[in-house]
């Protein structure tokens, strides 16, 4: 199983140094990827933790040529609060850019107050969300032009260059908890990234699909919390802590329950604990897992 990091591109914590020390971090100790957490206009009332936040995509570029070696992603792109052509283009040209590192999750976002400001409409969300992942689809298999004739997006003989230099674009996960964000990403994507919640949740979700998501290639990535030698007074089910041993249990009871990809966000009061944890965690933790 591989993991991911979450880096600090939100909150009281985000700086230049924090999200470049911090790739880098996880480059240097064997992490998969690298991810971005996407908003760009939350009202006061919304935004909590994510008021101060870099943009994702433009971030990912900056990563992409900070980096060598280790993918980067966004956990989540709010897709259908953005022209899903305008996205096409800019994540094909990362992954020309980056030679291939970039991945990418979609979801529908929660804030309605965020969709009146950009001027998207919140309640067809779902529906236009479908349609700009096959717009991300045909664009990033196309040869030269595409066309495209939809409900909410129409657009014809469009000339799209270069192409992503994986086949057929990067990989793509869609996000949510619901079933019908499980089903829309065997319908349309390559797998599902959840936030994790308990492992008993996750294998109820799955225990239905089973045997659809096993005849073909499906990424289960679960977005967890994880505070390393952490002494939690509060009692949180969403929460992975404790030391390495305990940890690795809890992991593999997500595993276990259908868990393939572990996409960490991990809870800490500083860059250098940070830092420390990303250590420790792919020292003694990931290899559990190899």
């Not at 760009?40 to 919304?46: F, H, N, V």
């Not at 936040?53 to 609060?81: C, D, H, N, R, W």
């Not at 804030?111 to 409409?121: D, M, T, V």
């Not at 420390?276 to 897992?289: D, G, S």
Request: net charge negative.
């Amino acid at each position: 199983m591989k993991f991911g990091l979450i880096l600090p591109n939100f909150g009281s914590q985000a700086t230049r140094s924090s999200i470049i020390d911090s790739a880098l971090a996880a480059e240097e100790n064997g992490f998969d990827s690298v991810w971005l957490t996407d908003h760009i206009a939350l009202p006061q009332k919304d935004a909590d933790d994510y008021g101060n936040l870099y943009e994702a995509l433009t971030t990912m570029a900056y990563l992409s040529a900070s980096t060598s070696s280790i993918k980067v992603g966004t956990s989540t792109l709010v897709l259908p609060q953005r022209n899903p052509l305008e996205v096409a283009k800019a994540v094909a040209t990362l992954d020309n850019l980056s030679e291939g590192r970039t991945m990418i999750t979609v979801g529908i976002g929660w804030s309605e107050s965020e969709y009146q400001n950009l001027g998207y409409q919140f309640h067809n969300r779902g529906k236009r969300m479908n349609e700009a992942i096959q717009v991300l689809r045909t664009c990033w298999r196309s040869k030269s032009e595409v066309s495209f004739h939809g409900k909410f997006y129409q657009f014809e003989n469009v000339v799209f260059s270069p192409s992503p230099v994986q086949a057929g674009g990067p990989s793509l996960w869609v996000a949510g908890v619901s079933q019908t964000a499980l089903k829309r990403a065997i319908d349309l994507a390559d797998g599902w990234h959840p936030n994790g919640r308990s492992p008993k949740i996750l294998e109820e979700s799955l225990s239905s699909v089973k045997s659809i998501i096993e005849l073909r290639p499906f990424t289960v990535a679960v977005r967890l919390r994880v505070a390393i030698d952490s002494q939690q007074t509060e009692v949180d089910p969403t929460l992975i802590s404790g030391n390495q041993e305990q940890i690795i249990h809890q992991l593999k009871e997500y595993q276990n329950a259908g868990m393939t990809y572990g996409i960490i966000y991990f809870k800490v009061q500083s860059q250098s604990e940070r830092e420390r944890v990303i250590k420790i965690f792919m020292q003694e933790i990931a290899p559990a897992f190899a």
